[in-house]
């Protein structure tokens, strides 16, 4: 399941504003590089349900208010 329309300004913002840096985000979702985090936040790649749940996870905030208006 992938999800459309999901908020990347909200998702870069709430990361930003709890000092969580892309690499430490690409690191606990298993990327080898920054740069396959960065990737979801520029949305060049398509977010799984299963990978959102994950940053919801990692950043300590609720998936919805996350992801969701």
């Known amino acids: 399941m992938n999800l459309m ?3 990347i ?6 990361r930003i504003e709890k000092g969580i840096s892309q690499t430490y985000m690409a690191r606990k979702l298993g990327y080898k590089t920054p740069s396959g985090y ?21 950043i300590e905030v609720d998936f919805h208010v996350l992801f969701f208006d």
């Open 5 to 7: 329309n999901y908020n």
């Open 9 to 14: 300004n909200r998702l870069k913002r709430i």
């Open 38 to 58: 960065a990737n979801i936040e520029s949305g060049k790649i398509k977010l799984t349900l299963e990978t959102a749940l994950m940053i919801s996870e990692i």
